[in-house]
C-alpha cells in the first residue's frame, strides 16, 4: 500500500486560528495525459512516485537552437501532466478546508474524489481552491492535471527561457473556520498594509481585511489589526467590531497612527514591522494572519529621480530571471534563492528587476530583509494575442500579483509587460487595461514598462508611469558608447517623461579568454570571451551614470539562465550575459566591475586571470577596486604603489617566460585586502 498523507488536527481549546499543512510525499506522476485519471479507482500503480515541489522538464530541457543560424528551436516536452495523492482526513463541523497551490505551469485542473473543485490559468501565481464540500472522512483521493503547452489565451505565449512544467511550488491545505479571513482573495494573505501617509516619522497605515462569513447565520465579532515591531513588541493597534451576513464577504479598512516609525529605507536601513490581524468571537481568536510592512514611500519624478521617503535614492542593479538549479529547473530551496540575492547585495545592487513573471514569494521575503527594492511584472512577453481572453487572463494575473506581493516594500514599482512587437489598437487595450488594474488596486506604487523594438516614442511606450528600455549598444548592434548618446536624444526627445535602461548586456564564458579582445563577438556565436564583457560593463556603466535623468539601470542578466532559445557561447541552451555562472561558483570580471563602483565594502580584484597562457610578454593588469591607491609586484619583486583612476588601477608589465604571479594589496581600515593570479608565457607549446 502506498504511503498515506495524514492530516494533523491542531486544536486549541474551543476555537483555533487556521492552520496549513504540506501536502509534499505520496504523489504519483506520469507524463502524458492519461484518460479518466480524476477518477478515484483509476489505477496508477505504475505511475512514479515523487515529491512536490516538482517539475517535469529537470531533465529534458538543455537542448538548444537558434533560429538566426537557420537551427529548430531546442526542443522539451510541452504537454499534460498528471499527478494524484491519497490523502486521510476527517473534516470537522464548521470548518472551510483550501486546497493551496503555489505554481502550476501554465494551467491546472483540480478533481477531488471524482468530483472537478476548480482550475487555473497562468504559471506563475498561486491560486487556491474551495475544497470543503468535496472532501469526505476518510480516504480523498486528489488529481491534478497540469499543462505547460502554449496557450493562446494565456500569457506568457513567448520567451527567452523554459517554461518549467509542473506543480513546480508547494502544495497545502488550510484549514479556517467559516468565519475567516479570505484567503480565497486572489490567492493573497487576505491582508493588505499600506503606508498611507508619511510626515517626518509619523506614519498613517492602512490595513484593508478581506473577510468571509460561509456560516448559515450572521457573525459579530471584533478585527483588531497590530502594529508589531521587530522585538516582538504591539506598538500600535485598531480594533473596531463588525458583523457579516450569512453567506457574505466584505473589506474592512482600519487606519492606524504609527508615531515615531521606523522607516524601511532600502539597504541602509531595512526595518520591518509586522501586522497582525486578529478575527476574535466570544473571546477567541478564530483567525489569524500576519503581513510584513515596511514603513515607506515611494515615487519616481518626471526628472528620473526616485524618492525613497521622499528623498533621492539610486536604483541600480540587475536582472534575476526566475531561480532555476541546473538538473532541477525551478525546484530551489529558501537557502538557494537566499544565496542569489546575497550575491547582488554583496556587489553593492539597490534593487533588482525581476525577470519577466511573479517569482516565489521567498524572493520578496528576502529582498525586504536585504533592503533590495523590486520591479516585478506580469509575463507579457514579446508575443501577445488579441482576444478578450488573453487580455483578461492577464488582468487576472496582475491582480494576483499584487495581492500576493503588495504588502512587501521591497515591492517598487509594477511591470506591466516587455517588449511588446507591434502597436495597434488592441495591443495598447491590453497595456491600457493592465496599468488601470494596477492603479486602481495599488496606487501607493508607481508602474513601469520595458521597451524595445519599436520606435523609443511609440504609444506602446507611454502606458505606464514610468518606462525603461532594453538597449544593447556594443553586443547586438553598434558599439557600447552608443548608450549614452542615444538617452541623450531620448531625454531630449521626452523631456518630462521618466526613463531607463532595464536591460543592456552581453555574453560572456568563463572557458573563452580573449585579452585583449581584438573586435565584438558575434551575439549568437560559439566564441563569448569574458572579456569583451567586461569592457562592455566598463563602458556602458560610464556612460550611464553621468545622466541623472535615467531612473533606473539594470544589467541583463544576473544569473546565466536556462534558455530553450539559444546555441551559443561555449553550450546550447543557455543565456551566459550573466555577471555569476549558472552554477554560481563563479562571479565573472564585470561582478567586480560592479562591485567596485556599488558597494562600499572595500574591495580589490585582478581582472582577466582566468586567461592563465598568454599570448604577449607584455600585458596590462587591470584591477578593479573602491580604494584611492593599491599595491601590485610581479613574481616577488618589489612592490608598486598604483593609483586607482575611477575604480581601476593599470599596470603594464613585462613578464619571465615560464608561470609568472601578480599580486595586489591594498590597506583598508585596518585590514589588508589582497588577490593574486598565476599566468603563464610560453614562446613555444
Not at 630 to 651: K, T, Y
Request: hydrophobic letters at 40%.
Amino acid at each position: 500500500m502506498r504511503p498515506l498523507f495524514a492530516l494533523a488536527l491542531l486544536l486549541s481549546g474551543v476555537a483555533q486560528a487556521a492552520t496549513e499543512t504540506p501536502l509534499a510525499n505520496g504523489w504519483r506522476f506520469i507524463k502524458t495525459d492519461a484518460a479518466g485519471a480524476e477518477a478515484p479507482g483509476f489505477d496508477d500503480g505504475a505511475w512514479t512516485p515523487v515529491s512536490v515541489p516538482h517539475t517535469y522538464n529537470a531533465q529534458d530541457s538543455g537542448i538548444g537552437g537558434a533560429k538566426a543560424r537557420g537551427e529548430p528551436e531546442g526542443t522539451y516536452y510541452r504537454g499534460p501532466a498528471w499527478y494524484r495523492l491519497e490523502v486521510e482526513h476527517r473534516p470537522q463541523p464548521g470548518k472551510r478546508y483550501l486546497l493551496h497551490f503555489g505554481g502550476a505551469t501554465l494551467k491546472a485542473e483540480i478533481w477531488l474524489n471524482g468530483r472537478k473543485i476548480g482550475a487555473h490559468q497562468g504559471g506563475y501565481g498561486a491560486f487556491r481552491i474551495d475544497a470543503s464540500d468535496a472532501l469526505k472522512p476518510g480516504r480523498n483521493l486528489l488529481a491534478v492535471r497540469v499543462d505547460n503547452s502554449r496557450d493562446t489565451h494565456i500569457a506568457p505565449l513567448n520567451g527567452d527561457f523554459n517554461i518549467f512544467g509542473g506543480l513546480y511550488r508547494s502544495v497545502s491545505l488550510i484549514e479556517s473556520d467559516a468565519l475567516a479571513i479570505d484567503r480565497l482573495d486572489h490567492a493573497g494573505p487576505g491582508v493588505q498594509a499600506r503606508t498611507a501617509a508619511l510626515e517626518l516619522r509619523r506614519a498613517t497605515i492602512g490595513v484593508e481585511v478581506a473577510l468571509r462569513n460561509d456560516r448559515a447565520a450572521p457573525a459579530r465579532f471584533t478585527l483588531t489589526s497590530r502594529i508589531v515591531d521587530v522585538r516582538g513588541k504591539t506598538v500600535a493597534r485598531s480594533v473596531a467590531p463588525a458583523t457579516l451576513a450569512p453567506g457574505a464577504r466584505d473589506r474592512v479598512k482600519q487606519m492606524i497612527a504609527l508615531p515615531n516609525a521606523h522607516l524601511w529605507a532600502g539597504r541602509p536601513s531595512p526595518y520591518l514591522y509586522h501586522v497582525v490581524t486578529e478575527l476574535v468571537e466570544g473571546g477567541h481568536i478564530i483567525d489569524s494572519q500576519s503581513v510584513p510592512l515596511g514603513v515607506r514611500t515611494i515615487a519616481v519624478k518626471p526628472d528620473g529621480s526616485v524618492l525613497l521617503n521622499g528623498a533621492p535614492y539610486q536604483l541600480h542593479g540587475v536582472n534575476l530571471q526566475h531561480p532555476t538549479r541546473f538538473g532541477r529547473g525551478p525546484i530551489v530551496t529558501d537557502a538557494e534563492i537566499d544565496e542569489d540575492l546575497g550575491i547582488f547585495a554583496d556587489m553593492g545592487a539597490t534593487a533588482i528587476r525581476l525577470a519577466h513573471m511573479q517569482h516565489p514569494q521567498r524572493v520578496y521575503e528576502r529582498a525586504d530583509a536585504l533592503g533590495l527594492l523590486l520591479l516585478t511584472e506580469v509575463p507579457l512577453i514579446d508575443d501577445h494575442d488579441l482576444s478578450d481572453a488573453f487580455r483578461e487572463n492577464l488582468v487576472e494575473q496582475m491582480r494576483e500579483l499584487i495581492a500576493q506581493t503588495g504588502n512587501h516594500p521591497s515591492v517598487a514599482l509594477w511591470g506591466i509587460g516587455n517588449e511588446i512587437r507591434k502597436s495597434d489598437a488592441a495591443s495598447n487595450r491590453i497595456l491600457a487595461e493592465l496599468q488601470a488594474t494596477a492603479k486602481a488596486i495599488d496606487p501607493t506604487r508607481p508602474t513601469t514598462y520595458a521597451h524595445c523594438c519599436l520606435e523609443d516614442s511609440d504609444p506602446i511606450a507611454q502606458h505606464s508611469d514610468t518606462v525603461s528600455y532594453n538597449r544593447y549598444f556594443g553586443w547586438y548592434w553598434t558599439k557600447s558608447e552608443d548608450i549614452g548618446p542615444w538617452a541623450d536624444e531620448l531625454h531630449a526627445k521626452l523631456p518630462g517623461r521618466p526613463i531607463g535602461v532595464s536591460e543592456y548586456g552581453a555574453g560572456a564564458s568563463i572557458l573563452h579568454q580573449e585579452d585583449p579582445v581584438m573586435k565584438r563577438p558575434e551575439s549568437n556565436g560559439y566564441w563569448h570571451p569574458e572579456q569583451y564583457q567586461t569592457d562592455f560593463h566598463i563602458k556602458h556603466w560610464r556612460e550611464m551614470r553621468k545622466r541623472p535623468f535615467l531612473w533606473s539601470t539594470f544589467v541583463w542578466v544576473g544569473i546565466d539562465f536556462p534558455s530553450f532559445k539559444r546555441n551559443e557561447g561555449d553550450r546550447p541552451a543557455i543565456n551566459d550575459k550573466g555577471l555569476v555562472s549558472e552554477d554560481r561558483k563563479v562571479r565573472k570580471d564585470a561582478y567586480y566591475w560592479y562591485q567596485a563602483n556599488w558597494s562600499d565594502v572595500p574591495m580589490l580584484h585582478i581582472a582577466s586571470r582566468r586567461d592563465g597562457m598568454k599570448r604577449t610578454q607584455r600585458v596590462k593588469v587591470q584591477v578593479f577596486s573602491n580604494q584611492p591607491t593599491i599595491e601590485l609586484r610581479l613574481n616577488d619583486g618589489a612592490w608598486m604603489r598604483v593609483p586607482v583612476d575611477d575604480h581601476i588601477a593599470s599596470w603594464d608589465i613585462d613578464m619571465a617566460k615560464g608561470d609568472n604571479r601578480v599580486e595586489a594589496r591594498a590597506q583598508a581600515g585596518g585590514k589588508m585586502l589582497t588577490d593574486a593570479v598565476s599566468w603563464t608565457w610560453a614562446t613555444r607549446p
